[in-house]
């Protein structure tokens, strides 16, 4: 590790170049890794080009790519040319990255060929440049080999200075409507500092890639981090589904996996549980300890067998999960962030993890609870530090109401913190319910206790004018069980309605039944486990998934409008 004195991102670069010269970088899963210096000389290539292409300091170029070394090197190149970086996520409809590039006045964008479809017709706003070979797609002429190459050698990056603007990120937001967070060189790398406290590579770990980078959690803790101590990351040339990711584990056996509490959710109740449920031991509580640790063992190994830093973020983690990572001595890590701080917050390192917490405010970040309730302590969490962000691009209304009067950020989330500063988050402000009686109803907590259901994937709760609804998805092989019921419940009813001459809607079928059974169980199940004030009233069937953000967390905005 070294000290990057003027906070800003060409430092990391060429500092890195000097300190890390010979050791791997960035790199396909089982391919050869680009080197430090590598890095350095490509992304100055990308830096001349973009001189040359007439892209001045402080002009925006967006970047859409999926995960790949050469979308490191691309935002290496913006950074290292004084403009500013829009990461773009790649799950955005063509119509809503139209918008974001209008809306950033972007320049230039830097898209891999698989996407360019998506962007049909900009190259006749903007200069479009293909990811892989740096191939200019506009009526813009491109410099010859020749000009490039001198213009690379004789590059000198212009004067960046720490609160210049290093990128304006646009997330899906909790309205619908994306807002363009703005990042400084500062905010970045103090926040990469500022994780110090509880994320601490060395320059043999192997960080294994599978969120979005154009997401600041996978960004600063996935990307810049690995980048600022010597360490090798890799990444996936396909989406990490089971099937990907078992071989991509095997081939990199990482030391960091960054992800959501989605991934080990389903691995511990798809997998994990249903094991540990079928052994016959398992009816002893005493050796109940024993067998999760075991299992943990396994699990490690699933992960290649040397991870030593599993962090979860984006989302809170079911507490039956957390309870077995904990048992299980797995090195999972839970840290809490919000895009506006760059992102990381708090958090806590493997093996110091208290159940249920956060933890810690990251070295340098100030955290306290507004608006805080006399009975419970809770209230929201706010934040100030120079991770924090000056506000939302071009958007001073909305930039006034996320600070506070003495300047703290407002996170919009509920929490507690305990009397050693460890922080407890509840849930987001915008969805909490009122209870008749005044209480606070945290619908996420809710959600845990049905998705703890065996029968359930995933869930909404909403507070309406008759109490509490839940929206229920319930599991791939239990709906097409149900489905199967039906039809055949259609069937005998028609048979039924020409043998006996009754028409088929008075006769309610087997599976509607069933379906109506199974929703009643989930909602007097998880009734039993909920306090008086926070039951449901009604469960409802949710037949397709719900449509979620990129960190895999439910666009509640959409719901309960769509069913």
Not at 231 to 246: E, G, I
Not at 279 to 305: D, H, N
Not at 456 to 483: F, M, N, Q, R
Not at 522 to 551: D, M, W, Y
Request: aromatic residues 8%; charged residues 25%; hydrophobic residues 40%.
């Amino acid at each position: 590790m070294y000290k990057i004195e003027a906070y800003t991102i060409p430092e990391l670069v060429e500092k890195g170049c000097l300190r890390y010269a010979e050791r791997p970088a960035l790199g396909w899963v089982g391919k050869e890794a680009l080197r430090y210096s590598d890095v350095e000389v490509l992304s100055r290539k990308v830096a001349a080009l973009l001189g040359l292409l007439g892209t001045k300091p402080g002009a925006r170029v967006a970047l859409l790519s999926e995960n790949r070394p050469d979308w490191g090197v691309a935002y290496f190149g913006i950074s290292r040319a004084g403009a500013v970086a829009v990461p773009i996520l790649t799950d955005f409809t063509p119509e809503q990255i139209s918008n974001i590039l209008e809306h950033s006045e972007s320049h230039a964008l830097i898209v891999s060929k698989r996407l360019l479809p998506k962007v049909q017709g900009e190259e006749k706003k903007r200069v479009v440049l293909t990811l892989e070979d740096l191939e200019i797609h506009s009526g813009q002429a491109k410099p010859s080999k020749e000009a490039l190459e001198k213009a690379a050698e004789t590059f000198a990056s212009p004067k960046v200075l720490a609160d210049d603007l290093a990128a304006v990120v646009y997330t899906s937001g909790t309205t619908g409507r994306s807002k363009g967070v703005m990042l400084s060189h500062r905010n970045i790398i103090f926040d990469a500092e500022a994780c110090r406290l509880f994320v601490i590579p060395r320059r043999t770990d192997r960080f294994l890639s599978i969120l979005p980078l154009a997401h600041t959690y996978e960004f600063t803790i996935g990307f810049i981090i690995p980048m600022m101590h010597g360490s090798s990351v890799h990444y996936m040339d396909r989406p990490p589904t089971a099937t990907a990711l078992l071989p991509a584990l095997k081939a990199v056996r990482p030391t960091f996996v960054l992800s959501v509490p989605l991934v080990m959710e389903k691995i511990y109740r798809s997998q994990v549980k249903p094991t540990l449920e079928a052994m016959g031991v398992w009816k002893f509580k005493s050796l109940r300890p024993l067998l999760e640790y075991v299992a943990g063992i396994k699990l490690k190994k699933t992960f290649g067998g040397k991870v030593r830093f599993f962090g979860i973020g984006g989302a809170p983690l079911s507490a039956d999960t957390e309870d077995f990572l904990q048992h299980a001595h797995f090195p999972y890590s839970i840290g809490y962030g919000l895009t506006e701080c760059a992102p990381m917050v708090a958090g806590n390192r493997p093996g110091r993890v208290v159940a249920h917490t956060t933890g810690y405010a990251a070295t340098g970040v100030e955290m306290r609870i507004g608006d805080k309730r006399p009975d419970t302590g809770e209230g929201e969490i706010q934040v100030r530090g120079a991770n924090v962000t000056s506000g939302y691009y071009k958007d001073p209304e909305k930039t006034k109401e996320i600070f506070t009067d003495d300047g703290w950020y407002r996170t919009g989330d509920l929490g507690w913190m305990d009397e050693k500063g460890r922080v407890t988050v509840r849930g987001r402000l915008k969805t909490m319910i009122l209870g008749s009686s005044g209480e606070n109803i945290y619908p996420e907590e809710i959600e845990a206790v049905l998705n703890g259901s065996p029968i359930v994937a995933e869930s909404l709760v909403y507070g309406d004018e008759d109490g509490l609804t839940a929206l229920v998805h319930i599991k791939p092989e239990v709906l097409e069980e149900l489905v199967a019921r039906f039809k055949d419940g259609i069937d005998e009813a028609e048979e039924a309605a020409s043998r006996l001459g009754h028409r088929m809607e008075e006769r309610l079928s087997h599976a509607e039944k069933a379906a109506a059974h199974a929703l009643e169980k989930i909602r007097k199940e998880a009734n039993g486990r909920l306090a008086a004030f926070s039951r449901i009233h009604r469960v409802e069937l949710q037949v397709e998934p719900f449509e979620k953000t990129p960190k895999q967390s439910i666009k509640r905005f959409l719901y309960p409008k769509k069913k």
